[in-house]
């Protein structure tokens, strides 16, 4: 807690799936830590604070059943759009993938991981959104998902970041330098720019009905497909590895983790554990996704859920390869990663 026994902002797990899984963290935070998700969606999507984990356990963050989402105003005043994030290193094979987009998709992508005032760039993805530019309904949405923890009080996420500098635990720099990213580059966002719950799934809903593969695979990770038969469920994931779209591997991830576990729907498909949904997010990182260690990605894992590398030039696979894969099982995620891929999109 901080000096007024409240727990600080923006800090949560960023999942609110039923099923746990664990990851192993570094020294001085906690060997295991539940529900690990990359997706700041989850913290966008709930609106109600709760209770937290030891303040000294885990750096001092909370268990949130979210925050509210961050909308942008359009230059009538009515609140706009959700969700992104980017290709920045570009993997050998992902350069057809690249070269083949459109080039407005890659500039709003690449420009969700580079520039410094997300509240500027949020407003230019809303007009693009209500143009009709798909891709940046789902940027937008992203932006939320990024910004949400510091939107809901920003002075008081800037105290809160000072209270977790001088509790000086082994993971307050990097977690500290995590939330003052995330506070330089959302400032301009405040608590009257949030969207009610229903509001932002709303805007998914409409985001992916009008053909974002991403915005529909985040929807089911949410619990919230476009349709609910298992037939759709399989067929989206299939299109997802299909597309070697980034974005939409990254936003499925959630689902095909923990939460896909004892489901036959995705039986031999790489689903079920908290390896495969690691697995996805790696296969996210080689086609593009920026997922080094400054990226969002890394950010709110260590912003948000407090799981952050000691090491602030490691970038996520290392890191994932480094804290929470044993290495008996490195070389079975790297088969997952190729499975996905290379393969059928099948494990044996």
């Not at 529900?35 to 209770?51: D, E, N, Q, T």
């Not at 963050?61 to 230059?75: F, Y």
């Not at 530019?133 to 009080?153: E, H, I, K, P, T």
């Not at 993971?171 to 580059?185: C, K, M, T």
Request: with cysteine; net charge positive.
């Amino acid at each position: 807690m901080n000096e007024k026994g409240r727990a600080p902002r923006g800090c949560a797990m960023l999942s609110q799936h039923r099923h746990a899984g664990s990851i192993r963290l570094a020294p001085g935070l906690r060997t295991e830590a539940k529900a690990l998700r990359h997706r700041a969606m989850f913290l966008v999507l709930s609106r109600k604070p709760v209770l937290l984990l030891s303040l000294t356990a885990l750096a001092a963050l909370a268990l949130w059943h979210g925050a509210p989402s961050t909308a942008v105003p359009d230059a009538g005043g009515a609140a706009a759009a959700p969700r992104p994030v980017v290709p920045a290193p570009v993997a050998p094979g992902a350069a057809l993938l690249v070269s083949a987009a459109p080039r407005a998709v890659l500039r709003s992508r690449v420009d969700f991981e580079q520039v410094d005032d997300l509240y500027r760039y949020a407003h230019d993805l809303a007009a693009a959104d209500r143009a009709g530019d798909v891709d940046a309904g789902w940027m937008l949405s992203r932006v939320r998902d990024y910004c949400a923890g510091f939107a809901l009080d920003p002075a008081g996420y800037a105290g809160d970041t000072r209270a977790i500098g001088e509790m000086h635990l082994a993971v307050s720099p990097a977690l500290v330098a995590a939330r003052e990213r995330i506070g330089r580059r959302c400032a301009g966002f405040a608590p009257v720019d949030a969207l009610a719950r229903e509001a932002v799934l709303a805007h998914r809903r409409a985001t992916a009905q009008a053909g974002s593969l991403a915005a529909e695979a985040s929807l089911l990770a949410l619990g919230q497909p476009l349709a609910q038969d298992a037939a759709y469920r399989r067929g989206l994931v299939e299109r997802v590895r299909a597309s070697r779209d980034p974005e939409a591997f990254v936003a499925l991830a959630p689902a095909m983790g923990i939460a896909a576990s004892g489901e036959d729907t995705y039986e031999g498909m790489v689903a079920g554990t908290r390896y495969t949904e690691l697995a996805w997010q790696m296969a996210a990182c080689r086609l593009g996704l920026d997922c080094s260690a400054s990226g969002a990605l890394m950010t709110s894992y260590c912003a948000n859920a407090g799981i952050c590398s000691r090491d602030g030039r490691q970038d996520f696979v290392s890191f994932v390869l480094d804290a929470a894969v044993p290495r008996q099982g490195e070389e079975v995620v790297r088969g997952m990663v190729e499975t996905l891929l290379n393969g059928t999109g099948t494990s044996k």
